[in-house]
């Protein structure tokens, strides 16, 4: 009798077919079996790419993707093949990053693979100009405030889906301040801690405002990184009311403790439509 440890896990990428991108990082043998010490690690990009498949029904046959802070592009190779090859999607997707050497061997890669639809930019994310509107956005691990400006280039450019992995919270912590809850800001890791979380909750408080059902979701697991939350946010019908609530929270909190995030200013500077 079998029991639950012996079968098999449904997962997105099945082993058994080798898979470029992951033969190159290692995580596949050349045989397309998991390399022993890489078993977390396929646990991660198998999590990553159930999070982004369970907002994609069988009605999407196209996209256009934006990865803000490509960097590398481990998963950005990986998600292109899942959403191409497994998923059958006609695919365009853009990799940002502001590295000229890290973009110029991005490119090789793409091509080496047979990506057609593939494509990389040298830029600042900070300073990216909507030139398109985008299905999807994505951004892992973006440094500090990076985070929100993809955030808030996703929700100019019309993105039904967004998916986010912040990195490296400094901007809350450096201006947090308030004498009623003193006992949060006292002591420096429950500063790091409690700034990195209401980071996190605005930044989800501000993608509901502006249209989207969000969640924040564990990404990576604690024993490897603490840095481990996942913002998903996407565009869905919402009552003007209940958006409304949303901004109302975030500015009760940057009152609470002198805040000032990246992007509450930067929809503040634009008008976005309740509807």
Known sequence: MSTPHDRVKNRILAEGTPIAPLVDMGV????????????????????????????LDGSVTALSVVDFGCGKSYLTFILYHYLTEIR??????????????????????????GYEGLRFMQGDIGMY?????????????????????????GIKMGASRIFAAPCC?????????????SLLTRYGTVKDRAAALMTDAIRANLMAYSGYKTQLMEF??????????????????????????????????????????TLYNLLCETTIPMS
């Open 28 to 55: 596949f043998t050349q045989e397309g079996r998991v390399a022993a010490p890489m078993q977390h690690k396929f646990r991660q990009i198998n999590r990553f790419l159930e999070m982004i498949d369970d907002t």
């Open 88 to 113: 059958g999607i006609n695919v365009e997707m853009v990799g940002l990053d502001l590295k000229a050497d890290v973009i110029t061997s991005c490119e090789v890669t793409a091509r080496k693979y």
């Open 129 to 153: 100009s909507q030139q398109h509107r985008a299905d999807m956005v994505i951004t892992l691990h973006a440094c500090d405030t990076a985070t929100d400006y993809a955030l808030y280039h």
């Open 169 to 181: 919270q400094h901007e809350l912590k450096a201006h947090i301040k308030t004498e009623a809850l």
């Open 220 to 261: 990576v697991e604690l024993t490897h990184t603490p840095k481990n939350l996942l913002i998903r946010a996407v565009k869905t019908k919402m009552p003007i009311k209940a958006r409304a609530m949303y901004l109302k929270e975030v500015e009760a909190l940057c009152e609470a403790f002198g805040l000032s995030p």
